[in-house]
């Protein structure tokens, strides 16, 4: 609080709105709401595009150039950088030298703003170029949202037609006035959508201009869904959408099942990734994930098939799964997943049949994404730690973008070759330390997330046997088979738990 005012009396609860200014780039519902706002007697001033929509409904509104004395110019960039507009923004209702301000200059008490920026975040998805980028940086918007949401005690701001929903209904209410909780949600979120189009702007500008670790790194995020815990029950979460998210759990349509936790984004996140690895032009490919690591893996010439092959790796883990295709999922496919507790099924999209057939299984949720994600797109990702983040370029190394160097005397065969490179894109996505074993394209053994390499080898041997032996077969499929290891083998005890395995080769990415 300034230093020149002194609050005598609490903020009023009920403050009505008598005037709005309306500049909104995104005109979905617009008429519908000057409308509504104008039956509760609410005089609309507007700019440019928007006043042109509003004005061709039937409305009367007032052109901001109006009010300021200036017209729209520089294409538009300045416009409501006024202190007209902001003075009317800003001005406290209850402070006597700030209404003698407002009368000695002319200054037009706004009650209601309701701006949504320009479309920035959907300019850089669709791959416009550095200037389109610039031009749809937004500065009279910001400015006026900040304006507005510093003096919610007075003023309501709206940064989208949901907003302005909530704003319509408690006039209605409260015949034509708003409530201190309500501006004060409104000015929360206001804020939020104004730091969160920054992180969008700093980031794309970051990466525009090659600056891999800039000064300030900011990132923001749009809720998607308030969850009901996180990873345990005492613990609060929700689930936000980052600017140009990723095909996955962010742009996925739930099409059936409960709600969806945080283990469950968490899993389904990390299954579809790995499906995405595999290119449905060359064949269906199916991902078992349960606690974030895959317990099974495998293509084949249908989902399906697949499927059963990916099943075969890890049976056992395999219950209250979660399973990710990279190719739609049909009825077969769908028959023989709803054989077992499934927590998620998440898929490019999902045939009519399968949909009907998985609509009788109430509680599975099943997740259609509308397309793969690119695993050799660039990007960031975050990491909390205390007191901070750790950020770090995606991993989008690929298997087919590997310089192979063979190192022993016998090199591997055409079908080791193959095997070899299907192991090492699962062993990407398995947590350190890391082996998979893997045959004719499918994982037969996998150790994840122990302390030593030699433990994650054991553990994938292991569960190989455990395998052979729910199939009731002598030897485990880890005979013949090819391993990946994510980092090298520091020791040689490591590679002679993965040759007592049975495997005929291994890939590591370098080292002793």
Known sequence: MSAAF?????????????????SVSDKAGLTQHAWALAKFGVSLISTGGTKAAITESGLDVTEVGTITG???????????????????????????????AMEAHNVPQIDLLYVNLYPFEA???????????????DVGGPAMIRAAAKNHEFVAVAT????????????????????LALRKKLA???????????????????????????GWRAFGGRLRQALRYGE???????????????????????????????????????????????????????????????????????????????????????????IALNSILDLATAEVIADLFTEVIIAPDVSEQ????????????????????????????????????????????????????????RAPSAQELTDLLFAFRVCKHVKSNAIVYAKNEATVGIGAGQMSRVDSARIARRKA?????????????????????????????????????????IIQPGGS
């Open 123 to 137: 300019t850089v998805e669709k791959g416009g170029d550095f200037d389109a980028c610039i031009e749809n940086i």
């Open 465 to 505: 046997e455990d395998a052979a032996h729910e199939a009731r077969k002598s030897d485990p499929e880890t005979i013949g088979s090819v391993a990946a290891s994510d980092a090298f083998f520091p020791f040689p005890d490591g590679l002679e738990q993965v040759a007592q395995a049975g495997a005929t080769a």
């Open 160 to 179: 989208d037609a949901e907003d302005l929903t909530s704003i319509l209904d408690e006039l209605r209410v409260n015949k034509g006035s708003t409530t």
């Open 232 to 322: 345990n029950p005492h613990q609060k979460a929700s689930f936000y959408s980052s600017p140009n998210p990723r095909r996955g759990v962010a742009t996925a349509e739930q099409l059936q099942g409960k709600e969806l936790s945080y283990i469950n984004l968490l899993d389904a996140d990390a299954a579809f990734e790995l499906a995405a690895e595999f290119d449905p032009a060359k064949g269906a490919a199916v991902v078992i994930v349960k606690h974030a690591n895959p317990c099974g893996v495998a293509t084949g010439k249908t989902p399906r098939a697949a499927y059963e092959r990916a099943l075969a790796c890890d049976p056992v883990s395999r219950f209250g799964g979660v």
């Open 188 to 214: 929360q979120k206001a804020f939020a959508r104004c730091a969160a189009y920054d992180a969008a702007i700093s980031n794309w500008f970051a990466d525009a201009i090659g600056e891999d670790a800039p």
């Open 354 to 409: 399968a949909r009907a057939f998985l609509a009788k299984k109430k509680n599975v949720r099943v997740l259609s994404t509308g397309g793969l994600p690119d695993p050799k797109e660039q990007g960031w990702t975050a990491r909390s730690v205390a007191g901070g983040l750790l950020v770090q370029q995606r991993d989008n190394a690929t298997a087919e973008s590997l310089t192979l160097k063979v190192v022993t005397k």
């Open 70 to 100: 200036f017209p729209e110019m520089m294409d538009g960039r300045v416009k409501t950088l006024h202190p007209k507009v902001h003075g009317g923004l800003l001005a406290r209702r209850d402070a006597p030298e700030h209404l003698a």
């Open 6 to 22: 002194k609050r005598e009396f609490p903020a009023p609860d009920l403050i009505p709105i008598k005037r709005a200014l309306l």
